[in-house]
């Protein structure tokens, strides 16, 4: 079946330094990958959707500057976390889709990020 | 524009007892609706999903779900319980004209010896 890595799946930074984030399919091509955040006992919040060669389409109220994703080929997607702050600490999870919702998506294991 | 509604936030139940987690959604397009799995500090698993073929659906796990149009409803059922189905789940939507992915709430499942 359709795997999806993340890495790395803990990470704990000083505020004010930024933190990247990876998310790879491993055995499709993903024409989309999708970023999430998700609180405590929350649901996710979809913060972006990345398409191969095009910039990330960015949620309403999800700072673009602060977030900054690349999806720089068909098996890979990153998301920065800049200048970061013990606000931003969360957990976040990639998922990926190789067309439209009808094929599905799958989710990478998460990654969870610690401002000290 | 698409949504998902959970109702009930946790949910429990006796091990070998039925399991039923409600979803009903909102869509202004056919949708694609999926059930997914989440166990702590991990990542999602899907259960199963419906994309307009059979409406009783059949996933992992022992659970199934029916698509009922009539009552925008995609419930989540098991028949007997299990300890190991302890975790939170996710109802999600999308469009078949749109690749996003929006979830619901969340249900938290306890599962009693």
């Known amino acids: 079946g359709a795997v999806v890595s993340q890495h790395p799946s803990r990470v704990i930074c000083k505020s004010g330094t930024s933190v990247k984030i990876e998310c790879r399919s491993l055995?499709?091509?993903?024409?989309?990958m999708f970023w999430y955040r998700q609180f405590p006992k929350k649901s996710l919040m979809l913060m972006a959707t990345?398409?191969?060669?095009?910039?990330?389409?960015?949620e309403q109220g999800v700072e673009k500057d602060k977030f900054l994703i690349n999806h720089a080929s068909l098996t890979l997607s990153t998301l920065t976390v800049t200048s970061a702050h013990p606000e931003d600490s969360s957990f976040y999870i990639c998922?990926?889709?190789?067309?439209?919702?009808?094929?599905?998506?799958?989710f990478g294991s998460g990654t969870r990020l610690t401002v000290v | 524009a698409q949504s998902v509604t959970q109702l009930g936030s946790h949910v429990s139940v006796s091990e070998g007892a039925l399991v039923l987690l409600r979803c009903n959604y909102s869509s202004s397009v056919p949708p694609y609706l999926f059930w997914y799995v989440q166990y702590p500090n991990q990542g999602l698993q899907l259960l199963l999903k419906y994309t307009s073929a059979a409406t009783l659906v059949k996933g992992i796990n022992g659970f199934e779900a029916e698509f009922k149009k009539s009552e925008t409803s995609f419930h989540l059922t098991k028949p007997s319980a299990h300890m190991s189905d302890a975790a939170e789940y996710f109802c999600?939507?999308?469009?078949?004209?749109?690749?996003?992915?929006?979830f619901g709430t969340g249900t938290r499942l306890q599962v009693f010896p």
């Open positions: 990345s398409n191969e060669g095009s910039k990330a389409t960015y």
């Open positions: 998922s990926a889709t190789p067309g439209t919702g009808g094929f599905g998506y799958t």
């Open positions: 055995d499709f091509q993903a024409t989309t």
């Open positions: 999600a939507v999308s469009g078949r004209n749109t690749d996003k992915l929006i």
